[in-house]
């Protein structure tokens, strides 16, 4: 079965980086997309980034262009998102979840699979 595993999560200050990963087993197909989303203190979920599993297209919230990137290690089978020049506002945890097949939507109800999160906190 498809099972989705966060970590990476923790305490950095203002300005500082973070990598959180995302593990993925049970696909039988590369046909399916991964993404990060997260939720903050008091706010809704939303769609952070987004990478295909097949071709390595990619997409990133407005919010986090130019500061986060989404990769993916195919020997692992692990998609990361590096965070640079964290700011308070990127406290949230975070997850990582799966679609499939392949789509374009970063609205949370339309992902399939979801893992646990981790916990990213951003000090000022």
């Known amino acids: 079965e498809v099972q989705l595993q966060a970590s990476g999560g923790g305490l950095v200050q203002a300005g500082g980086s973070l990598r959180v990963s995302c593990a993925a087993s049970g696909f039988t197909s590369d046909n399916y997309g991964i993404g990060w989303f997260r939720q903050g203190p008091g706010k809704a979920r939303e769609g952070v980034s987004r990478?295909?599993?097949?071709?390595?297209?990619?997409w990133y919230a407005d919010s986090v262009k130019g500061r986060f990137t989404i990769s993916v290690d195919n020997a692992k089978n692990t998609v990361y998102l590096q965070m640079d020049n964290l700011k308070p506002e990127d406290t949230a945890v975070y997850y990582c979840?799966?679609?499939?097949?392949?789509?374009?939507?970063?609205?949370?109800?339309?992902?399939?699979?979801w893992g646990q999160g981790t916990l990213v906190t951003v000090s000022s």
């Open positions: 990478i295909s599993r097949r071709d390595g297209t990619t």
């Open positions: 979840a799966a679609a499939q097949p392949f789509r374009t939507s970063m609205r949370p109800w339309a992902w399939d699979y």
